[in-house]
């Protein structure tokens, strides 16, 4: 290790508080720093699972001198909280959804648009391809971001589900209390979609469900089965209105104080959980439709011409922010998948 590699690890040591495990790992006995991952979901989620195991790999990678510490099921508190903790550094890995990234970096709102792509297979398509990498250095590179950005990983699709009626129109929707993630924009949608948008961090959504305060939310299989949604919010409609990625972005004030070299391992290693994670994701959401299917849930598959009257309702929200995203809007729809 070359002598300004030993002073920025030491600063970045220092910056986190890190324990020093002396002879522990390595050869020179430098110390061994712990980065701190956040995640809401719980061990076991795809999205968890991926970056525990991308914390194996780097441990590896790098001789024992680097280790990531998974904070899981909102241990260290919502979305917001995991941004707002990287920023300072605090903590290193926010793994989020995109949906809270986008009143950061305006751009990314473009993912958070409803319908703005056809299916999964074009998300991904998307993700992989030049757009994805281009949003995604936006991020990295936006002076109020103070964030890395890493990859992307996989949520699905998003459907609404509530604990009062079943839904297949817009008008069922009237007068029903939908938590949407805190973004203008969401809200916007919901209001469009026919419902009253209730914006809240995933870490009070249980409460708001069970005291009233919302009639339900909407979300993906695997996350309203793993937030345990789904036993008291019974009607699940596959209205697939949001397929907003999830993305893994690190502390810039950490990433700053590493050497070069161990800069690329990371990122070459987010790059292969993108991947991981995806396998992962496919399996996780064909276990979940089958859990809560199995548990009785109303699950309501909408006909073409049900969900095109949803694709319609939003068209208010297109005409409100589309306009500012149209060059990348029209960049996404020509990518094929
Ligand atoms: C999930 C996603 C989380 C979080 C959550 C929410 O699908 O994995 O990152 O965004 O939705 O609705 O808050």
Redesign the pocket.
Known sequence: MKRRDVLRTGAAAAALGVTGLGFGGSAFGQQKTIFKAS???PLG?P?VEAVVRMGTKLEQQTNGRYAIQMFPSMQLG??KEALEQAQVGALQYA???V??VGPIVDDLNVFNMPFVFRDVKHMRAVIDGAVGEELMNKITNASNSRLIGLCWMD??A?SVYNKVRPIRSPDDLKGLKI????NPLFVDTMNAMGGNGISM??DQ?YNAMTTGVVDG????P??YDS?NHFPIAKNYSLTEHLI?P?ILVFSKRTFDGLAKADQDIIKKLAKEAQLEQRKLWDEREAQSMKKIKDAGINVITLTSAEKQKFQDSVKPVWEKYGGKYADLVKRIQAVSS
């Open positions: 995640d809401v979901h989620y999205t919502g979305e793994r989020v959804s949906g809270v949520a699905g998003r938590r949407m993630m805190g961090g995933m959504v939310a909407e979300n993906n695997p996350s937030f907003i999830e």
